[in-house]
């Protein structure tokens, strides 16, 4: 691990003009490519303090043994370069989209003689014209099977064609006019090249001219009563309106456009792309990468345009361009677009109208296909077993853990403090087994104590089944253990109950066991949480658990009694799924300790009142106005609302009267005494 001060820069030797930088490895590999309006000012970014870093950007500089870096003229140009060298050098710490699949295009050969329509798919070629991507190959096959009435064009291979030459006979296609025969002479090459053309234009979204001119000369036909060429004209018209059909109408001023959407998590991102062209969509694709360097949403927008349209010219870069988030250098980016189409192009978010609410729908997609890259990540057999097989390796475990439990602490400003414990077998959630604590031991904020009093719950409770159920025995002659003296704090149940701190119980009412023990425990933190963990079960001498952490931050490994962590790498597996068990904990966590402050928020005194229910309470308050005007009023009066008696009158005034404010308060800026809120709650 490099120093980054070893290679830093000397003041004043950077310049402070547009330009790209690459830092390189000990070895001069590239590991990261960057661009900058002032590369004084965003090199030296680099060099601050390492603990003021973004941790990907700290294991970069960390990484690298040098920097340099070349001046151009623009930001455009700095664009340009810099897709370029990402493109020849692959770095390491750059983000890289990659294919979720192999799309297939519609592509049209204008590169030769004889244009053929085909199936294409991978690296575009010069001379070709693309249409789509598309989902599926056949949804392209269906499409050119209607046009080939209208546009009789080639769509066979090269040595059909020549064969067909050599023996003066066309396929079959030409026998049943889907095919104008340019094998055996029966068009010219220029006539064939303009058929070619024409189909080129109809699927680029100019149709509105060919069906009008096929319903015109239909007309015309019938008119001079040559009624087989006008019925002729009119399958050809129905075809081409089918084959328009195909494309939904989305955007109604025929706009040309594609729409970019991302949907992103601490680790990976999806992006996902929509190309509308002539108010249709014609095309969909997405991508799927990890987050390798620290990048916002408009870093991942950019890096998307990038590698969109690095490679196109002309018509394939809309006039259009609608995104989440802009760039950070906008303008620029909007004059590279417009450089490679030759014209202008609009880059902006969309704000209102049609435009916006197909937005939504790409993000929609987006948000789907990085949840199924994910499942499909977790619900692979191989996968889960190399995974656990890795972490077993790097936390030097005899097995694999086979059954991993998370724990996480949850708070707001020290206020409502939860715990949740999830559960992975196998590698897969065990969402049944999902436990959630109320911390009762300690007020106020120490995510140390509190994670030393779940580890201490939740294993005291797995000791009291053992002895309960005689699984565990000290000797082979001892009598049933006792029950244990004293009260033992319980964990609370999953959230399909509404106790917090009740037993759990199996359908016929007995207890039940809680759960089973972890061959691994991992806490959501790093050294000082690993050591209370550790810490609760060397108190109640379990050793035969291995415990770890996990750092958010650097995505570091943690052991107990070590000082240096343990480092994953990225790629690793064994490193998804910790962060996977790590994220779900700290997703539950959450939703309970929302949900506990809400509940907490929602609160009366009148909640503490025995046998009364929500009709009365909502009768007490219609009736009076106010918790505060309650509170006022004497039990006689109480009395007089509908189903209220006098002993819940003297309870209701009771516990109104123990929970009467002890002062008013005083607002020390002004002096003014605040007022009771006159609300339904108190």
């Known amino acids: 691990m490099a120093d980054p001060s070893s290679y830093r820069p000397k003041p004043g030797q950077i310049p402070d003009s547009p330009g790209v930088y690459k830092f390189r490895d000990e070895h001069r590999r590239v590991i990261y490519v960057g661009k900058a309006k002032n590369l004084r000012q965003r090199v030296a970014n680099y060099f601050q303090d390492l603990s003021g870093l973004h941790p990907r950007t700290r294991t970069m500089v960390t990484t690298a043994a040098s920097v340099e870096w070349t001046v151009v003229s623009t930001e455009v140009e700095a664009l340009q370069l810099e897709y370029s060298w990402i493109k020849e050098f692959d ?215 990038q590698q969109l349209y690095g490679e196109e010219r002309g018509d394939a870069v809309p006039k259009e361009v609608l995104v989440p988030a802009l760039p950070e250098d906008a303008e620029a ?22 435009k916006k609410d197909l937005m939504a729908t790409v993000q929609r997609n987006a948000q789907q296909a990085l949840g199924l890259h994910k499942t ?12 656990l097989e890795e972490i077993a390796g790097a936390l030097g475990l005899d097995g694999a853990p086979l059954r991993i439990e998370c724990y996480d602490i949850s708070h707001l400003q020290g206020d409502d403090v939860v715990a949740s414990m999830v559960v992975f077998e196998d590698g897969l959630a065990r969402k049944s087994e999902y436990r959630r604590f109320q911390i009762k031991g300690f007020e106020g904020q120490d995510d140390v104590r509190s994670m030393h009093e779940v580890i201490g719950r939740r294993f005291k409770r797995y000791l009291q089944d053992k002895e309960r159920t005689g699984e565990w025995e ?69 050793d035969d658990i291995a415990v770890c952490g996990l750092a958010k931050r650097l995505e570091e490994v943690w052991l107990p009694d070590d000082d240096d962590p343990v480092v994953l790498p990225r790629s690793s597996e064994g490193l998804y799924l910790l962060q996977r068990v790590r994220d779900e904990a700290h997703r539950f966590a959450i939703a309970y300790q929302r949900a506990k402050r809400a509940k907490r928020l929602r609160s009366s005194p009148l909640d503490d009142v025995a046998g009364l229910g929500e009709t009365r309470k909502q009768a007490l308050i219609k009736h009076f106005g106010s918790v505060k005007k309650l509170r006022r009023a004497t039990i006689e009066e109480i009395c007089e609302v509908p189903g209220i008696g006098r002993r819940t009158a003297e309870s209701v005034a009771a516990a109104l009267a123990s929970t009467a404010p002890a002062a008013p308060a005083v607002n020390t800026a002004t002096g003014e005494i605040i007022e009771e809120d006159d609300g339904g709650s108190s």
């Open 91 to 305: 770095p390491r710490f750059n983000v890289k989209y990659r294919d979720d699949k192999s799309y297939p295009y519609l592509a049209v050969t204008l590169n030769e003689e004889f244009p053929r329509v085909q199936v294409m798919r991978g690296a575009k070629k010069k001379g070709v014209r693309y249409f789509g991507p598309y989902g599926h190959a056949w949804a392209i096959r269906e499409t050119v099977d209607l046009m080939l009435r209208v546009f009789p064009v080639r769509t066979c291979s090269a040595g059909v064609f020549k064969n067909a030459e050599r023996t003066g006979r066309p396929c079959l296609l030409g026998y049943i006019g889907k095919c104008s025969a340019p094998c055996v002479g029966r068009v010219a090459p220029e006539e064939h090249r303009e058929l070619a053309e024409d189909f080129c234009d109809f699927m680029a979204g100019r149709t509105g001219t060919y069906i009008r001119r096929l319903e015109k000369d239909m007309t015309q036909a019938a008119e001079e009563m040559e009624y087989e060429r006008a019925a002729r004209l009119r399958d050809d018209a129905e075809a081409l309106k089918r084959a328009m059909e195909k494309s939904a109408v989305v955007l109604a001023d025929a706009t040309d456009a594609d729409l970019i959407a991302v949907a992103e998590d601490e680790l990976e991102a999806a992006l996902q792309i929509f190309h509308v062209r002539g108010g249709r969509v014609r095309g969909q694709r997405g991508w799927v990468t990890d987050k390798v360097e620290a990048v916002d949403t408009s870093g991942l927008v950019e890096h998307a345009l």
């Open 333 to 354: 980016v909007s004059q590279w677009l417009a450089e490679r189409r030759g014209s202008q192009v609009s880059l902006r978010i969309p704000q209102r109208g049609d």
């Open 376 to 387: 499909k990540r977790a619900s692979d057999l191989t996968t889960r077993s190399r995974a």
């Open 474 to 542: 000290e000797t082979p002659e001892a009598a049933p253990a006792p029950a244990p003296t004293g009260p033992v704090p319980a964990p609370a149940l999953t959230g399909a109950s509404p106790a917090d701190d009740s037993e759990p119980r199996e359908d016929d009412g007995r207890p039940k066991r809680f759960a089973y023990p972890p061959q691994l425990v991992v806490v959501d933190g790093g050294q000082p949480q690993v050591a209370a963990a550790k810490r609760a079960l060397d108190e109640l001498g379990i």
